[in-house]
């Protein structure tokens, strides 16, 4: 008895120290713990980068096992998602559109995340069903093992039909899947308890004993062939996972020497710190790499603070700001995860930042839409001052308004791009009417002052070209008649009119010489009935005046050169006439004195007006 005690105690001990925990020293294997990620870090990653990870955890093998960073990354794409709609829906009401109307959209991203939630929960939902259905069936065979165990004890076979099927028993037990709960950890103990005691039973000799080591060898040799192929595979995350998987496989075998002095553990375990070691590498990149992106992330903060510092001072100024700091956030979310010794502290120094940048923008939008609605009013004010302008024909004052209006419209903010076309189009229409009928008032008014002086330069040039006969009546009557027919041609416009009355009259003038001339009437009818002619034109009043004035001015100009000669007669005295000098000016003083009497002859013609 004492010494089936000793065995039993022996294999205990071997079975400990081979239960495969520590096989690595401190090392961990695990895949989950190295890939694991803070709360914080997920809350600084992008939807595409929460996208790209969750796709990535989608494609693990055993979705259990990472759904604590599944439900994170679930939280945070709700948020993310909240985020951009309210940021749509501040900009969907920015112009006054009511909230109520807003329905957020879905992109293609949107679109095949919300996918892959839902295959998430169906692939664990499936996961945990497998799981728990061969966590039963393998407690199940395996409890039926220690059955048979119990069954072999009772010694009712011989020696090697005990052996063989005590073998079969112990594969049938590696073959079995491990499942990580209490209930686990007793059958193993039982396991390895009764294994002990069919050993102490059959009083195992040397030669057994070496057997039984011997197939375990060949179980060990087969694993750490399996670990060296394992140390090639490209994959980091696979080779760990697998060397995890072996390791388990490793703690299931007996030892087959003792202690660190089994070669076939030394041979694991260096195949096994190829992995490791290709682990310590990328996690020094990786730290190396967060040291980089910290720095990267820090000046992002630097840069997104100093947003805060700038006043905003109009719509256009705060769009400017709100793009260099929507590209401050897209270079965020490119880089990616931070050192974990700095406690998310960048990101919350980041993400407040952020906050407190937008809390300014809504607080801007706020007071811009107070502003867009009274620029609204006022600009209807003005809307319905042109209205009421613009079936005026006052041409000249209702200009003046309107471009005052126009002036003041200038000078009135913006309004909400809704309101903005509607209102702009209303006031326009109303100045275009107005000054639409005045253009149209005006080319109807140049129009008919173009035929009118079309006319009167025709009927001058018809004066012109008229050729009187011999009766002096007849001629007259014809002079009577253009005359009528200017005046009837209506008033022209002040600028051209004392062009053309000026030619109307020398045309009647030398008409009435004309008539003079082929009827051979008498002065003094004549100028009498030319003085009649003239005083029924418009402007002949004037005229008569005028030549009445010249005719003046020249008689006494006249008179003054016969005064002149005669005083300078009188300083030759008695000379003789035959003197050249004074015979020339009593020519000049004769021919001047009966200028004066013709002249004279005619002022009497001309009436006192």
């Given amino acids: 008895m004492e010494n089936n005690k000793e065995k039993k105690t022996e294999s205990i001990s071997e079975i400990s120290h081979e239960s495969g925990a520590g096989v690595f020293d401190d090392e961990s294997t695990s895949v989950i713990a ?9 809350e600084s990653l992008s939807k595409v980068q929460l996208a790209k990870k969750i796709e990535e955890y989608f494609n693990a093998e055993e979705l259990n096992s990472v759904f604590s960073e599944i439900s994170l990354i679930k939280k945070q794409w709700d948020t993310l ?46 996961q945990r069903k497998l799981k728990e259905k061969n966590a ?56 390895f308890f009764l294994t002990g005691k069919f050993y102490d039973m059959v009083k195992i000799n040397n030669e057994l004993n070496i057997l039984d080591k011997k197939k375990n060898k060949e179980q060990k040799a087969l694993l750490c062939e399996k670990a060296e192929n394992l140390s090639l595979e490209p994959s980091l995350r696979k080779a760990l996972d697998g060397l995890a998987h072996l390791q388990e496989e490793w703690g299931d075998l007996r030892n087959s020497l003792r202690g660190l002095k089994d070669p076939l553990l030394l041979r694991f375990k260096t195949a096994g710190n190829i992995i490791l070691d290709r682990k310590k590498e990328h996690l020094l990149q990786v730290q190396e790499q967060q040291k980089s992106n910290l720095l990267a992330k820090t000046e992002l903060c630097h840069q997104i603070e100093s947003l805060l510092q700038i006043n905003i001072i109009s719509l256009k100024h705060c769009r400017e700001l709100a793009d260099k700091e929507a590209l401050i956030w897209e270079a965020w979310q490119k880089i990616s995860f931070v050192p974990k010794s700095d406690n998310g502290n960048c990101w919350k120094r980041f993400k407040a930042a952020r906050v407190q940048f937008h ?42 308004l309107l471009k005052k209006l126009q002036i003041e419209w200038k000078t009135i903010g913006q309004v909400a791009i809704k309101d903005s076309d509607a209102v702009w189009l209303r006031f326009r229409k109303a100045c275009d009417y107005f000054f639409d009928s005045k253009s149209s008032q005006i080319n109807a008014n140049e129009n008919a002052i173009k035929i009118l002086i079309q006319n009167k330069e025709t009927l001058i040039s018809k004066i012109e070209a008229f050729q009187p006969s011999d009766d002096f009546n ?38 009435l010489e004309r008539i003079k ?31 009445r004035s010249a005719l003046q001015d020249k008689i006494r100009k006249v008179q003054a050169e016969v005064d002149q000669l005669e005083n300078n007669l009188s300083f030759f005295g008695n000379g003789k006439s035959a003197n050249p000098f004074i015979a020339e000016y009593q020519i000049k003083m004769e021919n001047g004195k009966l200028e004066v009497k013709e002249l004279a002859l005619k002022l009497k013609f001309i009436p006192s007006v």
């Avoid at 009837?488 to 062009?499: D, N």
């Avoid at 008498?522 to 005028?546: N, T, V």
């Fill in 517 to 547: 001339t082929a009827s051979k009437v008498e002065d003094k009818l004549f100028y009498r009935l030319k003085y009649e002619q003239m005083l029924k034109s418009p402007q002949g009043k004037d005229q008569i005046k005028k030549e």
């Fill in 474 to 511: 007849n001629g007259i009557e014809e002079l009577k008649k253009f005359q009528e027919e200017w005046t009837s041609t209506g008033e022209e416009p002040l600028k051209e009119s004392s062009r053309l009355n000026n030619a109307f009259g020398r045309a009647s003038e030398k008409l």
């Fill in 81 to 126: 998602v909240k985020e951009e709609n309210e940021i749509k829906l501040k900009a969907f009401i920015q112009d006054g559109t009511p909230a109520k109307d807003f329905e957020p959209k879905k992109d293609a991203l949107d679109e095949k995340t919300e996918l892959i939630w839902k295959n998430i929960n169906a692939k664990r939902a499936s």
């Fill in 136 to 191: 039963q069936e393998n407690i199940s065979t395996k409890k039926l093992i220690i059955e048979e165990l119990k069954e072999l004890l009772k010694g009712n076979e011989s020696f090697f039909a005990s052996y063989n099927k005590f073998q079969a028993l112990q594969s049938k037990w590696r073959l079995t899947g491990n499942f990580s709960n209490q209930e686990s950890v007793t059958l193993r103990e039982n396991y």
């Fill in 34 to 42: 190295e890939s694991s990620i803070s709360e914080d870090e997920i």
């Fill in 359 to 400: 809390q300014a923008l809504d607080l801007f939008y706020g007071n811009q839409r107070k502003d867009f609605a009274q620029n609204l009013e006022k600009k209807i004010a003005l809307c319905v001052k042109a209205e009421m302008q613009q079936e005026s024909k006052d041409w000249q004052s209702t200009s003046e």
